[in-house]
Structures are given as structure tokens and as C-alpha cells.
């Protein structure tokens, strides 16, 4: 097969510099900007499921509408990047996302909830393949692993989301909370989104066999499966995320006998060396390449989240936490990358998709393991899949390495 991303770039590109470091920093503001807005409405839940009057299970099904409409637009999203173009897209998106974050305080009912969830789904399915491929053509046009700074500033506007979330969620109700966000959305949306219109998309040359860059091509067999694997990554990684966010607390309080303060600073070591990882993302990876960064997260995430689940005290779990966020961080950034090189927004879609199944399997995987094992053999399955990740990385260390 030939080398993917193998792109000739004009000399005229390096004159661009200015531009390009412009789109980089607009892009920026909407990847942080997508993570205050969805953290702001993970806060409200425990709110709204008092005001829905819903039970548990009835809530889980109401919060599959945000995985539906996410699924769901992924993959149209792609053929509107196609055709419209990814800034546009993004724009549009990031409209949707801040006005439809006020439509869950405004329901009273668990089907209620549901429908107006498949429209917040779809407006952060659909921004995130948007910006996602934006920022796969910068990456190519740089020349540098940037993707990992994407990602990172998504999880630090996660953590200031929650940040904010937690201070007002006493004197704000939802309602006043969430349309406050949902303004703030609209601002930057209006600044950013317009930067982002006037800056062109990076300038790509023709496509040679096996690129992604001009317009939309039929994949070879063969492609289909390395998006279809990168894809596989993605989801490797998103497990973990979601089986984190959701069994890792009570992990620490349940089997460690932790003080609820201490069971909440494990997600909170794991998101903050998750972000660290990914804020060091681009020299790790001009350093080692994208394969061997695969490899080394996989194995580094393998080994803490081993450590996080088996070990005896809470100090060491903390620590296991931490380390498994750390080998997490960038593999998801570099399956993304690497499928939106091989086929363009339709790859990111698809990697978009998988890594977006495998947040929603994790948690409810790791409860029924917990039922039949235990919570703390569950949470191995997280080891596995950060190994099986770092087995696809090894198997598909050609089509991982940009050449050219």
C-alpha cells in the first residue's frame, strides 16, 4: 500500500505561518469550549434527574439520546465537512451545542429529557468531528503532532466546566446555570466562529494514492480496515475514559474503604494527568513518533490501571490512576489523526464513532463484570484494552507513521 499522508507541500506554505497559528489558537478556543460546555451540563444531571422525577434506569435511557444523536451525526457530519467545508461546519455545530445545553432544565419528564438530549447529542457529535478534521488538515499543513494540544485544551475546559459547575450548583439553579453557559457559548462562538470563517483551510496539494488531502475519494479495501483500526484504538481509549469517570470513585470508596472526598480526587488524578499527557502530546510525539507513542501510552495505561485496581491501599490506586491517564492521554489524538490522514473527515467520523461506542460501553461493561466478579476484576478490563490498544499499534506500525 502506499505511505499514507504522503503530501508534497508547496514552499509557499512556511509563508503562511501567521495564518496557520491563528487557525491553531481559534481551533483551540472551540476544542475548550466544547469541554466547558458538556462538563457544565455533567454537573446539572443529579439536578435534573430530581426535577425529571426519574428513577435510575429511566435516566439511563433518557442520557442514551446524547449517545444516539451523537452517534448518529458522526457519521453525517463527515459529508458535511465534505461539502461545506469543516470551519462552517464547526461554526454551525457550536451554535447548536451552546443553545441546546438549555434545553434539559426546561423538561419535567424522563421522555422529555431523552428528546431534547438527541439534540445536545448531535450538536457535540457533530462538533467534534467538525473540529476534529479542521484540525487534522493544520496538522498536516504544520508538519507537527499538534493533535494532542487539541484534546488537551478539551480537557481543561472540562476541568474548568466542572470547576464552575460545582461553585454556582448552590446558588444557580439549572435553568439560570445553563443559559449563563449557553451565553457564554454564543460569545465566543460569535468571535471565534467569525476568525475561523475569514482563515482559509489550510492549502493541500493533490492528493497522491493513500492521502486524504482534496476531495472525497473511494477508500481501497484495505484503507476501509486501517480507519476501521484506528477506529479500534479510539475506543480502547474511551473505555477507560468512561469506565474512570464512572467505577473509579466508587472503587476507591467500595473496596478501599475511602472517605467520599478521597474516592473524588481519583477522577481528579486521572483527568488532571490525562490533560498533563496531552499538553506534552506534540514533543512526545516528535520525539518517539507516533508508534512507539502508542505502544509506551498502551502498556504505561496497562500497567496503572493494573496497579489502580489491584492494589491494596488508596495512596498506591491514586497513584495507578495517575498513571494510566498518563498512558491514556494521546492514543485517542493519534487514532484520530492518523484516520483523518488516511480519509479525511469521513475517517475522523468513523474513529469518532468507535472511541464514542467504547465511552458508552465501558461503564455499563464494567457493571455487569462487577456483578458476576467484582468491582476490582472489572476494572482489569480497562488494562486489557489500553494492552490490546498498544498490540494495534505494534501490528499497524507502518500505517501509524507519517512519512513524507
Not at 290 to 303: E, M, S
Amino acid at each position: 500500500m502506499p505511505p499514507i499522508n504522503k503530501l508534497r507541500f508547496h514552499s509557499a506554505v512556511a509563508g503562511h505561518d501567521p495564518e496557520l497559528r491563528r487557525l491553531r489558537t481559534v481551533l483551540t478556543c472551540f476544542f475548550a469550549l466544547d469541554g466547558v460546555i458538556f462538563a457544565g451540563w455533567v454537573v446539572r444531571i443529579p439536578d435534573i434527574k430530581h426535577q425529571t422525577g426519574a428513577s435510575a434506569s429511566a435516566l439511563g435511557l433518557a442520557l442514551l439520546g446524547v449517545s444516539a444523536g451523537a452517534v448518529i451525526t458522526m457519521m453525517i457530519t463527515g459529508r458535511l465537512c465534505r461539502r461545506y467545508g469543516s470551519h462552517r461546519v464547526t461554526v454551525a455545530c457550536a451554535v447548536l451545542l451552546s443553545l441546546s445545553v438549555t434545553l434539559p432544565p426546561l423538561t419535567h419528564s424522563p421522555p422529555a429529557l431523552g428528546l431534547v438530549l438527541l439534540v445536545f447529542g448531535a450538536a457535540y457529535g457533530g462538533i467534534n468531528v467538525a473540529f476534529n478534521s479542521a484540525a487534522v488538515d493544520l496538522v498536516t499543513a504544520l508538519r507537527r503532532p499538534i493533535m494532542p494540544s487539541f484534546h488537551a485544551a478539551f480537557s481543561l475546559g472540562g476541568m474548568v466546566g466542572a470547576g464552575l459547575g460545582a461553585l454556582v450548583a448552590g446558588s444557580l439553579s439549572p435553568t439560570r446555570h445553563l443559559f449563563i453557559l449557553a451565553v457564554i457559548g454564543l460569545l465566543v462562538t460569535a468571535v471565534a466562529g467569525r476568525a475561523l470563517l475569514r482563515i482559509p483551510p489550510p492549502r493541500l496539494p493533490e492528493p497522491t494514492p493513500g492521502t486524504a488531502g482534496g476531495g472525497p475519494r473511494r477508500l481501497a479495501g484495505r484503507e476501509r480496515r486501517l480507519v476501521t483500526v484506528f477506529g479500534l484504538i479510539a475506543l480502547c481509549t474511551a473505555y477507560g475514559e468512561g469506565a474512570m469517570a464512572d467505577w473509579g470513585a466508587l472503587h476507591l470508596e467500595q473496596d478501599l474503604d475511602a472517605s467520599l472526598g478521597m474516592a473524588a480526587v481519583g477522577y481528579s488524578c486521572f483527568a488532571l494527568a490525562m490533560t498533563v499527557g496531552r499538553l506534552s502530546g506534540t514533543a512526545l510525539l516528535e520525539r518517539l513518533g507516533p508508534t512507539r507513542t502508542v505502544l509506551l501510552g498502551g502498556l504505561t495505561a496497562a500497567l496503572g490501571m493494573l496497579l489502580g485496581s489491584l492494589a491494596p491501599s488508596v495512596w498506591a490506586a491514586l497513584i495507578g490512576y495517575a498513571v494510566t491517564g498518563l498512558g491514556l492521554a494521546n492514543l485517542f489524538p493519534v487514532a484520530v489523526e492518523r484516520a483523518g490522514a488516511l480519509a479525511g473527515p469521513s475517517g475522523v467520523a468513523v474513529a469518532s464513532t468507535f472511541g464514542y461506542s467504547g465511552m458508552l460501553l465501558g461503564p455499563p461493561a464494567i457493571g455487569f463484570m462487577a456483578d458476576w466478579f467484582s468491582l476490582t476484576a472489572a476494572l482489569t478490563s480497562v488494562a486489557v484494552l489500553a494492552a490490546v490498544a498498544a498490540l494495534i499499534g505494534f501490528l499497524t506500525r507502518r500505517a501509524l507513521t507519517p512519512t513524507g
